[in-house]
């Protein structure tokens, strides 16, 4: 906490000094602001102030904020605040970074961590940590850099800190776009909109929106990017944040390209330009006019192209900025290789090449070179193109270097960490030994004593074991008892079930042998009679007419007691003539699904099903008022799932099961006999759907009642 008290007090005294001091140019200002600083006592004050002049160095005089950074350095590691060491080699990364020096970034940055790591130091080690994800990824896009996020997420995360592990999720997900990886960035970028809360700035979802419907526009999703960018698109317009506006019209710009609307392309060209060129953004109308070259190229104007393009540079060069530059004269050694002049694309890829050089910027030398590659190769110039081919391998070979570096600089540093961790354990060895010299003393006199008090707490303890293991024994013997009891009652109950289906069976049987033959063959008797008298004959077909309306209801009372298909043919024959039957008489649209084998299955088994969906039909007949049942059997070979549903009124499943009513309960015993499981989803005026499932035993069909 006093650190970061240190700094805000450093950073108040540099802006007043900015505000107070004589006018003339910021740097003059600086200058005055740096005597100041360094007639100071040295402490870790001044090291801050060194660190907030160093800031304002950065933009703008390389040497000026290096000397910063190494005034507070010095002074730091004098008076040993180790906090100040780590924040000046941080600064010097920074500073380095701003002038697109990586190599000088990246060795910096890892002696922050370095001595972060050791006063563990965790705001500071993850700071550390996402800036070399950032550097690393734009000079070397490679997997380091992602380690480096992951790490920087890892301490925020722990430490529940949203609001930058945010941060490092954009981070992530703009790692993931500069390598071309844009599902892996969209699901970051999903990350952190999973992870905002009522706290979170609109302007930064809206950012995040906007770099979503860039992923998409690549991945040639073009309706969902515009969904994205209409998302940004209020947020962003109504912020005061002009250069995110800039960027987001210039990304709908560049989707209008891809789709080849040019019109509409141009149109969000020309409103980033003005939104720039209003705020005097002179780097901002340098982008713009490099999207309208492309788009020009695109069209085949070739000379506004290059017009544009020169106009770019010229700002470039004003501000000295190396990849502005570096993009126009790619851009414009494109336009040339378009025209067939193939001489002048390679001058200004050389010149892109050597400013890439010269700033180490290790990608676009990857691009260029292959670029020039492609130009030798279409000229036929087959020798200048391998030549350029081993330059490019000789660069791979430096990029791999780099990698290998940046794997040794992690390496070194857990290295370190183990062999301080290593002094910290013999340091604690040496101390420990002796205090185990002056407690042996005391241990010799006290062994009696404790000799005695564990004799007395074994014998305690003994006693208590004992009697617990007797209590243990009694109590599971009454829980055996108790499981006896419970599968006694539940095998009365399944003979019981098994003798009254066994009883419907022979019921069903004897009347369809006995009483049924009786009826038909009454019939036959009556209708032989020949009666020439009318009034006999009246009386003849109404007989015959109750035998036959009693052979109906015969027939049906013996198919309710025992459906004859059930027995002849099996369970799914059974049920889809239940199913049909349901259809032609009862007007319900019925429809039944079985998928697997349809085997036979025990017979008992097969009735307790069947008598199951038949109480599950009653209950939708009486009930429910519905005009559809639907029933679905999926037979595996160890299970048989059971689906049935209807679309009637529905009803209060936890209330039906606290009643108990008699067609549900009917339900539930015969699927706990079958040791089965049953699940109803039901409520008012949704219906109802009962789930079942059935163990089956591989060798012998369904486990048997």
């Known amino acids: 906490m006093k650190r970061y008290l240190l700094f805000i007090q450093a950073t108040i005294f540099l802006a007043s000094a900015l505000l107070f001091s004589n006018p003339g140019s910021g740097q003059g200002n600086n200058s005055a602001l740096f005597q100041q600083i360094t007639g100071m006592e040295d402490n870790s004050d001044k090291v801050n102030r060194f660190l907030s002049l160093s800031l304002a160095y950065r933009f703008y005089n390389l040497d000026s904020a290096l000397i910063c950074c190494d005034n507070a350095l010095a002074i730091a590691q004098k008076i040993n605040y180790q906090e100040g060491v780590a924040e000046s080699y941080y600064k010097k990364c920074l500073a380095y970074n701003k002038h697109s020096d990586a190599n000088n970034a990246i060795a910096f940055a890892y002696k922050a961590l370095d001595v972060a790591e050791s006063i563990s130091d965790e705001f500071l080690v993850a700071k550390v940590n996402y ?24 301490i925020y995360l722990e430490n529940e800190d949203s609001a930058r592990a945010n941060i490092v999720y954009n981070g ?27 706290g979170t700035d609109p302007l930064h979802i809206a950012k995040v929106h906007s770099n979503l419907g860039k992923v998409n526009r690549m991945l040639n999703e073009y309706d969902i990017a515009r969904d994205y960018f209409d998302m940004a698109y209020p947020v962003i317009k109504s912020s005061t944040d002009y250069e995110e506006l800039g960027i987001l019209y210039n990304k709908m710009g560049s989707l209008e390209v891809d789709v080849q609307n040019y019109s509409m392309a141009k149109i969000y060209f020309l409103k980033a330009d003005s939104v720039y060129r209003k705020n005097d953004d002179t780097e901002g109308v340098s982008n713009c006019l490099v999207n309208m070259a492309a788009l020009n190229l ?43 002049s193939y001489d002048t694309a390679l001058i200004y890829c050389d010149s892109s090449l050597n400013l890439a050089r010269q700033t180490k910027y290790l990608k676009r030398q990857e691009e260029i070179l292959g670029k020039i590659i492609e130009i030798y190769s279409d000229m036929g110039n087959w020798e200048d193109a391998t030549h350029t081919l081993f330059e490019l391998q000789e660069l791979e070979d430096s990029i791999y270097n780099l990698t290998k570096t940046i794997t040794i600089n992690e390496l070194r540093i857990r290295y370190n960490r183990e062999k301080d961790q290593l002094k910290i354990l013999n340091l604690e060895t040496e101390k420990l030994q002796s205090q185990n010299d002056r407690l042996r003393l005391a241990k010799q006199r006290n062994i009696f004593l404790y000799s005695g008090i564990g004799s007395i707490v074994l014998a305690l303890g003994l006693f208590y074991f004992f009697r617990y293991r007797a209590r ?22 399944r003979f019981l079930v098994e003798g009254q289906e066994n009883e419907r069976k022979r019921i069903a049987s004897a009347i369809h042998d006995s009483l049924g033959v009786l009826l038909s063959t009454s019939k036959m008797h009556i209708t032989a009679i020949k009666d020439d008298n009318p009034e006999n004959r009246a009386l003849i077909e109404k007989a015959t007419k109750f035998l036959d309306e009693a052979n109906t209801e015969m027939r049906k ?6 459906p004859g298909a059930l027995s002849k043919l099996g369970l799914c024959e059974a049920l889809e003539d239940l199913f049909e039957t349901l259809d032609e ?26 008598r199951v969906v038949q109480e599950m039909v009653n209950n939708t007949l009486k009930h429910s008022k519905a005009d559809r049942i639907d029933l679905t059997l999926v037979i595996h070979p160890d299970e048989l799932d059971l689906s049935y549903s209807d679309n009637g009124k529905g009803f209060d499943a936890e209330e039906v099961k606290a009643k108990k009513t008699m067609g549900i309960q009917s339900i539930r015993s015969r699927v706990k006999f079958l040791d089965g499981i049953i699940k109803i989803d039901s409520s008012p005026g949704k219906g109802v759907v009962y789930r079942i499932s059935v163990p089956v035993d591989a060798n012998k069909g369904l486990t048997s009642v």
Not at 308 to 326: C, T
Request: proline share 2%.
């Open 557 to 562: 009372i013996s198919h309710n007691m025992m």
């Open 172 to 198: 992530i997900g703009n790692f993931f776009m500069s390598i071309s990886l844009y599902d892996s960035a969209a699901i970051y970028y999903h990350k952190y909109l999973d992870n905002v809360n009522t």
């Open 585 to 610: 008489t009862e007007g319900i649209d019925a429809r039944m699904e079985v998928l697997g084998p349809k085997e036979r299955l025990p017979e008992n088994q097969e009735i307790m099903i069947y």
């Open 298 to 340: 695109k069209q085949e104007l070739y000379d506004l192209s290059i017009a544009r393009f020169d106009s770019a540079m010229h700002y470039y060069r004003e501000f000295d900025n190396a990849d502005g530059m570096i993009v126009v004269w790619e851009g414009k050694a494109t336009v040339y290789l378009s025209r067939g």
């Open 131 to 154: 800036m070399l994800g950032n550097i690393i990824k734009k000079s070397v896009n490679n997997l380091p850099a992602l380690g480096h996020f992951k790490t920087a997420l890892k």
């Open 472 to 493: 243990k024994n009694q109590i599971i013997a009454e829980q055996k008892i108790q499981q006896l009891e419970e599968e006694k009652k539940l095998m009365a109950a």
